[in-house]
């Protein structure tokens, strides 16, 4: 009886005419860690297709992203490289509420090249030294970075390629070091060089070496909604999105874990 009414309401108003998405709709701004750039670029239409609510993307370092917060940054919600970061904010007091931080995606670091060739499946090359330059994220700010430091302490190499090392600012920037020649080779985020498709995904170009998960502290990233978006009802959309089969579906596709 309700529905029915409702209906004859909505004819009477011409209302049907309004996507009922549309009226609801809202914005939320994300602030996106630079290795989920390619999966957020790709969940944000998706998001916006499903749900009406727009995502507005910033992408940058996790660090950064963190002072930014603190200074009063206009963010909804942070998708952190890392989960260190989020957990911080939280104490700090600048979560969104409680059971609104959690594991969005495990990170995969690999060692790659533009050069095809130039980086075996084992990872050898880093024993020959036969390049010039290696780049990494700064370990200091970038959980890639961290996680690579660890790897080649765990391969005994650390002080042997530290004099070769060229340090990004992010893994973003760490990235283009190696597309624009300037590093022969360096330790990157799997998502920055893999393309998805029907098969399971392909290296977009160079070669690669999966780094062994067991060389290195697991990079889980965690997300948080934040104190400014805590009652901006496409932030929590946002949240309960990513969790859903399709966005995961697409994070997975790069090649990240889940839990």
């Known amino acids: 009886m309700v529905k029915r009414f409702l209906s004859v309401i909505a004819a009477t108003l011409g209302l049907w005419a309004v996507p009922f998405a549309a009226v609801q709709a809202g914005e939320v701004n ?13 969940i944000a239409p998706m998001f916006e297709a499903d749900t009406g609510h727009k995502a507005v993307l910033s992408f ?12 009063g940054a206009p963010f909804d919600v942070l998708l952190s490289a890392d989960d260190t970061t989020p957990a911080k904010l939280e104490q700090e007091g600048q979560g969104g509420g409680k059971d609104r931080r959690y594991t969005y995606a495990i990170g995969t670091l690999v060692l790659w090249s533009k050069q095809p060739g130039l980086v075996d499946a084992q990872g050898e090359v880093l ?35 530290k004099p070769k090392f060229v340090q990004g600012e992010n893994i973003g920037q760490t990235h283009q070091f190696v597309a624009t020649g300037n590093a022969a080779l360096g330790f990157v985020a799997l998502s920055q060089v893999w393309v998805p498709d029907e098969q399971g995904g392909k290296l977009k170009e160079g070669s690669v070496w999966r780094v062994p998960a067991k060389l290195h502290q697991p990079i889980r990233q965690d997300l948080i909604l934040l104190k400014k978006g805590q009652d901006n009802a496409a932030a929590v959309a946002l949240l309960k999105y990513l969790k859903g089969e399709k966005a995961r579906a697409v994070i997975q596709s790069f090649g990240y874990g889940l839990e």
């Not at 994300?30 to 790709?42: E, I, L, Q, S």
């Not at 940058?60 to 200074?71: L, M």
């Not at 890639?144 to 650390?158: D, F, K, Q």
């Open 30 to 42: 994300v602030a996106v860690a630079a290795n989920f750039t390619a999966p957020m670029r790709k």
């Open 60 to 71: 940058g370092s996790t660090g950064k992203f963190y002072a930014q917060i603190q200074n």
């Open 127 to 161: 024993k020959t030294g036969q390049f010039d330059k290696i780049a990494l994220a700064d370990p200091r700010l970038a959980p890639y970075g961290a996680a690579a430091v660890e790897a080649l302490t765990a391969l005994g190499l650390l002080d042997t390629l």
